[in-house]
Nanobody, 117 residues
Framework: QVQLVESGGGLVQPGGSLRLSCTASLSIFSISTMGWYRQAPGKEREFVARTTIGGSTNYADSVKGRFTISRDNAKTTVYLQMNSLKPEDTADYYC???????????WGKGTLVTVSS
């Protein structure tokens, strides 16, 4: 059974930083992309950032220049460094892993990020 273990959420003041991490119980050779989505109360889940096995990255416009995604392939771990946090960044953050053939989506259980003074 595949598991995605997330950590790093919490309460932070506006302008502050947090680092999320997610470790997948998968072989690195089976992974295509690793990324993060978020869901704020009363809203749809939305894409935040993604990194491919080749190292390319994609970001939502709302987080460009503030968030940085990175991965440690040896540990099948993906990180999300979040700087200059805003109250509108408050959400449950979900780790997402997409495997190679077959292409399957796996989701973590989520970690809560609250940005408030």
């Amino acid at each position: 059974q595949v598991q995605l273990v997330e950590s790093g959420g919490g309460l932070v003041q506006p302008g502050g930083s947090l680092r999320l991490s997610c470790t997948a119980s998968l072989s690195i050779f089976s992974i295509s992309t690793m990324g993060w989505y978020r869901q704020a109360p009363g809203k749809e889940r939305e894409f935040v950032a993604r990194t491919t096995i080749g190292g390319s990255t994609n970001y939502a416009d709302s987080v460009k220049g503030r968030f940085t995604i990175s991965r440690d392939n040896a540990k099948t771990t993906v990180y999300l460094q979040m700087n200059s946090l805003k109250p509108e960044d408050t959400a449950d953050y979900y780790c997402n892993v997409v495997t190679r053939l077959p292409s399957i989506n796996y989701w973590g259980k989520g970690t809560l990020v609250t940005v408030s003074s």
